[in-house]
């Protein structure tokens, strides 16, 4: 078997300037990493995250300056840096270099630290300081208002919050993930396969003379029931699907194809549209043609929402279960958007319509590392990072 590829890293100590105990990680990142400082030889560099337009004259883009270029793994101590995190709540990262290290080609990799890093805000160091110390204390008089915004935030019992915990190994699965999302590689005929799955076999099976629908308009019975058993979601559902109208994985799929106008009906079938003949015959066209619907959605709402939730997928940072629906309402509400009388602010019940709406397209596509419908906690596939990153790509730098 082939060895993996090593490359020339760096191993980095990266603290949090003035917590008490320190909250710290030893890093092993490859050189040609992209970073937000200032350069190897001293001169100052102001580099940011996002081109916002409010940065200082000569700022840089993050994405575009590599780790080679701050620092020099041979000399340690002569070009650390800091790195301002949340500028509201101003946590203070001081960046120092141990020395050279090898890795494997696209890894990164935690090598020690300590403590559990700060809850987000907590109003910076002193606040989340006082957090601990409040919530550690049950005679505090404001011990339960402190426990009920900590189990709001984090969405865990108070009872497993230790602020001295460090799990390498759970930090470690984190940065395999950031690494695939930094390093995703080509899109292949697999990947292509695997995301388009069922929508491939749907329209394959419409492809020869339709698909028959019963009176009411719905897919028949042994279809359903062949569907299930074909794409191999009879042990996943609740129950064997069997009639469409209590089977929605194979209801939403074929309404979505439909609004997709892959598929159309004309009397008493469901038809191929001319624009479905064309792809189902080619992954890569469809692979294109769905990332672009998903890149341009119709309405204003969708458009401020979508992203957002491809970001969420992306980086594992979406919110608790029943948190989505209010950050997304204040992301319109932000955004100028309101009820069609132009004064009502949008409805929480409309930003939970929104979420679902959304997350159902999303599902329609194979993005995730087995069945992924009714589940919170499933990992994207490789080929599912590479299909949400290729929808981000034609926001044309649209920040989410």
Known sequence: MESPTTVPAVELRISISDTVPLIWRQLGLPETATVAGHDRAGEKRIIMGVDDGDGPAGTELAAAVRL?????????????????????????????????????????TCLDGAMRGPIEDSRGVGGYANVVAVVSNPNHPEHREAVEWLEFVTQERVSKFDPAAF?????????????QRCWPGEVTTADQQAVLGPILWFLNEARSDGLPLTSAGYLK????????????????????????????????????LQEWKLLRKLKDKLLLTPKGRKLVGDPAALW?????????????AEKIATPL????????DEPPYGLRDQVLQPALHQAGLRTRSGHGEIPL??????????????????????????RSDQKLSDAGVKFLLDVQSRWDGRNV
């Open 309 to 316: 939730l491809v970001h969420w997928e992306l980086t594992g």
């Open 349 to 374: 019940s409309w930003a939970t319509d929104l979420y679902y709406d959304i997350n159902r397209s999303l599902h329609r596509l194979e993005l995730w590392e087995g069945i992924s419908w009714g």
């Open 221 to 256: 019975p042994a279809f359903v029931k062949r569907a299930m058993t074909e794409l191999g979601w009879d042990d996943e559902w609740i129950s064997a699907g069997r009639v469409e109208v209590s089977t929605p994985p194979i209801r939403n799929l074929r309404e979505h």
């Open 288 to 300: 294109d043609f769905l990332a672009d619907q998903l890149a341009n959605p119709d309405t204003d």
């Open 167 to 179: 799990d390498l190994e759970a930090i470690n699965g984190q940065l395999r993930s950031l690494a």
């Open 68 to 108: 080679a270029e701050l620092f020099d793994p041979h000399s340690p101590g002569l070009s650390d840096l800091e790195y301002d995190y949340d500028f509201g709540d101003s946590w203070t990262h001081k960046i120092e270099v141990v020395g050279p290290a090898v890795l494997h080609e696209n890894t990164i």
